[in-house]
C-alpha cells in the first residue's frame, strides 16, 4: 500500500483489489486501501447490495476524495440473482462498475 500512497505513476487510475468482506482479510485490506487513497477499490465475491453499501460507506466515514470508485466483482450464483439490486446502487454509490468473472 506504501507503493500506491507514493505516486508516481504519472497519469494513470491506480485500483487496489481487497480480498473478500466475508474474508479473515476484507476488513483490514479495506482500511488500507482506503489509507493509500486509489482511485478505485475492486471488490471480488460481491454476494449482496449491502456488500457495496459497507465499503460505500466506509469510503464515506474516511473523508476519501468523491472520485475513488468501487468495482463489485460477481461471481457466483447469489450474486447473479441479486444483480438487479446490487447494479441500482450505481447512481447513489460510488459503485462504478460490475463485472463477472466470466467475462
Known amino acids: ?6 505516486g ?8 487496489i ?3 473478500s468482506l466475508a474474508s479473515a482479510w476484507g476488513s483490514e485490506d479495506l482500511k ?4 493509500a ?3 478505485g477499490i475492486v471488490l471480488p465475491k460481491v454476494e449482496e447490495p449491502d456488500d457495496i453499501q459497507v ?20 461471481e457466483s450464483p447469489s450474486a447473479v440473482l441479486n444483480l ?3 447494479a441500482q446502487l450505481g447512481p447513489i454509490t460510488r459503485l462504478g462498475w460490475v463485472d463477472f468473472w466470466w467475462q
Not at 508516481?8 to 485500483?15: F, H, N, P
Not at 466506509?58 to 475513488?68: E, P, Q, S
Open 84 to 86: 438487479q439490486s446490487i
Open 17 to 19: 483489489r481487497i480480498n
Open 8 to 15: 508516481g505513476y504519472g497519469y494513470r487510475e491506480v485500483w
Open 55 to 74: 465499503v460505500n460507506e466506509a469510503l464515506r466515514g474516511a473523508n476519501l476524495h468523491g472520485n475513488t470508485q468501487l468495482w463489485a466483482m460477481i
Open 37 to 39: 487513497q486509489p482511485d
Open 32 to 35: 488500507m486501501a482506503i489509507a
Open 1 to 6: 500500500m506504501a507503493a500506491v500512497a507514493e
